[in-house]
């Protein structure tokens, strides 16, 4: 069984920094991909970066030059670096990731809560 925990969600100022962490735990052979996705209220879910082993990174053009995706390939952790946030960036973000256990598979994390405002 694999596991994603997110962390690191929370009440920041338009123009703030916010740093969250996802960790995959449990039986993993092997992490493809890791990526973000953030829903707001009243919306559908949408991408917003992706860390590969194979294809490097890339994010969706509301946040790129804003945040930063990263990996610790030892810790099965991926980072999301958010600066200059905006109160449009608020939602619950979520991490994905693309791995090899019993089975390759698509799994998710519960979310965690980002709040932009003043």
């Known amino acids: 069984q694999v596991q994603l925990v997110e962390s690191g969600g929370g009440l920041v100022q338009p123009g703030g920094s916010l740093r969250l962490s996802c960790e995959a735990s449990?039986?993993?052979?092997?992490?493809?991909?890791m990526s973000w996705y953030r829903q707001a209220p009243g919306k559908q879910r949408e991408f917003v970066a992706t860390?590969?082993?194979?294809?490097?990174?890339n994010y969706a053009d509301s946040v790129k030059d804003r945040f930063a995706i990263s990996r610790d390939y030892a810790k099965n952790t991926v980072y999301l670096q958010m600066n200059s946030l905006k109160p449009e960036d608020t939602a619950v973000y979520s991490c994905?990731?693309?791995?090899?256990?019993?089975?390759?598979?698509?799994?998710w994390g519960q979310g965690t809560q980002v709040t932009v405002s003043s």
């Open positions: 449990g039986s993993i052979r092997r992490i493809y991909a």
């Open positions: 860390a590969s082993s194979i294809s490097g990174t």
């Open positions: 994905n990731a693309d791995i090899s256990s019993l089975e390759r598979g698509y799994y």
